[in-house]
Antibody
Framework: EVQVLESGGGLVQPGGSLRLSCAAS????????MSWVRQAPGKGLEWVSG????????YYADSVKGRFTISRDNSENTVYLQMNSLTAEDTAVYYC??????????????WGQGTLVTVSS | QSALTQPRSVSGSPGQSVTISCTGT?????????VSWYQQHPGKAPKLIIY???KRPSGVPDRFSGSKSGNTASLTIPGLQAEDEADYYC?????????FGGGTKLTVL
């Protein structure tokens, strides 16, 4: 059974940093690209970042480019999202998802339960 | 990269059929057969219910069906059930990125 479990969310001040983790199991991790998708309170879904199976290729939405960094450790079956220079607009539930596709997802196959990031003073 | 256009809400009575539309452009929905649909109950993570326009993952009831014509994709749910009440999001591959719809709230009356 595929399992995806996010952690690392919390309350952070504007301008601060946070690192999210996503631990995956139940599939051959290195064979799959992974993505982060976020959902602001009461809003829709936004694809934020993606990383290829071997980690050589990454993608960032314009809204986070230059501030967020995605990485993965295939020996630990874990994906990370380092978030810097956070603003209130980054407040959201952040979901980690196993995707179909090499980097740009054709679809999001399995989702974690999400971790809430709140940016506020 | 504007969001795909979905109706904000739709409703139907148990047993009825509803269709949710998802309109994009010739650069996303119209260009690729990689439209997917997600069901999200309140406080829960999204769940994939349709991918590649018409395919259903194992375990998803065959009541859910997808289609596409031109730049518009559709999700149809015949025989509505109470548990179908949720938010539904479409999503399309667009070559260099992925784009979601704004979401549709389905109410089962």
């Amino acid at each position: 059974e595929v399992q995806v479990l996010e952690s690392g969310g919390g309350l952070v001040q504007p301008g601060g940093s946070l690192r999210l983790s996503c631990a995956a199991s139940g599939f051959t991790f290195r064979n799959y690209a992974m993505s982060w998708v976020r959902q602001a309170p009461g809003k829709g879904l936004e694809w934020v970042s993606g990383i290829s199976g071997v980690g050589g290729d990454t993608y960032y939405a314009d809204s986070v480019k230059g501030r967020f960094t995605i990485s993965r450790d295939n020996s630990e079956n874990t994906v990370y999202l380092q978030m810097n220079s956070l603003t209130a607009e980054d407040t959201a539930v952040y979901y980690c998802a196993k995707v179909a596709g090499l980097l740009i997802p054709r679809h999001f196959q399995d989702w974690g339960q999400g971790t809430l990031v709140t940016v506020s003073s | 990269q504007s969001a795909l256009t979905q109706p904000r809400s739709v409703s139907g009575s148990p047993g009825q059929s509803v269709t949710i539309s998802c309109t994009g452009t010739s650069s996303d929905v119209g260009e690729y057969d990689f439209v997917s649909w997600y069901q999200q109950h309140p406080g829960k993570a999204p769940k994939l219910i349709i991918y590649d326009v018409t395919k259903r993952p194992s375990g998803v009831p065959d009541r859910f069906s997808g289609s596409k014509s031109g730049n518009t994709a559709s999700l149809t749910i015949p025989g509505l059930q109470a548990e179908d009440e949720a938010d539904y999001y479409c999503c399309s591959f667009a070559g260099s990125h992925v784009i979601f719809g704004g979401g549709t709230k389905l109410t089962v009356l």
